[in-house]
Structures are given as structure tokens and as C-alpha cells.
């Protein structure tokens, strides 16, 4: 039987980097959700297609192919045939995937997607619906979340490691808003499910929060 662990919370958490290594310990398959929606909004950047013509982003939804591959435990995502991962990481595109994923069409393609990895393999689905909408059945559920400032001081130190300039202050705020905007949506917004386990990291280090998902899991499976 495959098992389906849920993982969803707001940006900057720190689902990706603990659901990948999760994933590579248990040897399951890790999806994450945010690159789809990245890939999508990436399209329409490239297209020139403005986040609020809905009507425009209904009716090109069908041209887009959306397919998720993976090599050495990595999530490879193809964007009509190419391979986006190298491009969808910005800041921009973080942005303008949470404005486009209020859409009913853009959500039930990439859901469906989504269901349809999770049917064929035990998976780790990070995300902001994972445990509410696209996989109600979850056999684990973790939202897992942070203080607002402690989200921005790991995105900052991110930042400062890689050489760029950056304002503890601006991040802070741009991550307030982008929560703003996915728990307030009309369409599956962010929220913990009723049945998810509620798991602050904001005084963990990742070893912390890993093993403390271990834990969640093991009780659960
Ligand atoms: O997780 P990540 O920052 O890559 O996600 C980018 C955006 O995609 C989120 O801010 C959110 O608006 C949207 N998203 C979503 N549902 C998901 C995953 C991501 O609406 N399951």
C-alpha cells in the first residue's frame, strides 16, 4: 500500500528542506507542489499574461504541460518539454505563483497531477492543500510553520551566504503578505486540517524539526 505524508505551512518554513531529506531516508518520493505552481506562473511570465486576466490564464491552461520527473531524488519539473527548475526558485516568481494559484483552473490541473503521483508511489507532498484538498486520506498530516521573523532571519541568512544584498525588514514583509494572501484566498486556502499535527519550528535547528517529524510519522505508520 503506498503511504501519502502531508506536509503544509506557509513560505519559508522549511518544508522543502526537510521533506527531502525525509523522502531520501524513507525512500519515498518527494513532491513539491510550490515548483508546479512556480512553473505555471513562470508561463505566464514568459507569455506576458497579467496574474489578473483570468480570463486569459482560463483559456491557456490547456497549452501548458506540466511533468514531474526525478533524478538521483531530486524533482525535476518540465515546463512544455523543459526543464524550469533552474529558473522558478526567484523571488518574482514565488510572487506571482501565489497570485495565480487563486485560479480554479491553474489549482484543478496541477491537483489532479498531484493525485495522480501520489496514486502510483508512497510520497512526501509538501505544499499549501496537501492534507485539506488533494489528499484528504493522508495517512500522516504535518503543518508545519514558524514565527513570521524567524522565517525571514533563515531566508536572509540564506541570502547573505549566497553574497546578496538583502533587508531582514523587506523579507519579513514580503513573507507576511504572501501568508496573507494564501490563507485568504477563495480556493483551498492555506490552513492546518483538522487531523494535522501542529509543528512550530521557530526553536528548532533542521535536525530538531527532522527528528521530531520522524517521531509524528512513526506513531502514524
Ligand atoms: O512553496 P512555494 O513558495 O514554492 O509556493 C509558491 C506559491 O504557490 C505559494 O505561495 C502558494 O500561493 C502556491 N501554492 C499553492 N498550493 C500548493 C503549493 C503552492 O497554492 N499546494
Known amino acids: 500500500m503506498n503511504i501519502n505524508v502531508a506536509i503544509d505551512g506557509p513560505a519559508g518554513a522549511g518544508k522543502s528542506t526537510i521533506a ?6 524513507l525512500s519515498y518520493i518527494y513532491v ?3 515548483a508546479m505552481y512556480r512553473a505555471m506562473a513562470y508561463y505566464f511570465m ?4 497579467d496574474s489578473a486576466d483570468k480570463e486569459k490564464i482560463d483559456s491557456v491552461c490547456g497549452e501548458i504541460d506540466i511533468t514531474i520527473t526525478h533524478q538521483n531524488g531530486e524533482q525535476v519539473v518540465l515546463l512544455n518539454g523543459d526543464n524550469v527548475n533552474g529558473v522558478i526558485r526567484q523571488e518574482a516568481v514565488g510572487k506571482m ?4 494559484s487563486v485560479y480554479p483552473s491553474v489549482r484543478s490541473k496541477l491537483v489532479d497531477l498531484q493525485r495522480q503521483l501520489a496514486r502510483k508511489e508512497s510520497v512526501i507532498m509538501d505544499g499549501r492543500d496537501i492534507g485539506t484538498v488533494v489528499l484528504p486520506d493522508a495517512q500522516v498530516k504535518i503543518y508545519l510553520t514558524a514565527s513570521s521573523r ?3 532571519q533563515r531566508r536572509f541568512e ?8 538583502c533587508d531582514i525588514d523587506a523579507i519579513e514583509k514580503d513573507i507576511i503578505e504572501r501568508d496573507k494572501q494564501d490563507m485568504n484566498r477563495k480556493v483551498s486556502p492555506l490552513k492546518k486540517a483538522d487531523d494535522a499535527v501542529l509543528l512550530d519550528s521557530s526553536n528548532l535547528d533542521i535536525e530538531g524539526v527532522l527528528a521530531e517529524m520522524k ?5 502514524k505508520i
Open 215 to 219: 517521531r509524528i510519522i512513526g506513531e
Open 158 to 165: 540564506e541570502l547573505c551566504s549566497k553574497g546578496v544584498e
Open 32 to 34: 513539491d507542489t510550490g
Open 46 to 49: 514568459q507569455n506576458n499574461i
Open 150 to 152: 524567524t522565517r525571514a
Open 20 to 25: 527531502k531529506k525525509l523522502a531520501k531516508e
Open 97 to 100: 505563483a501565489s497570485c495565480i
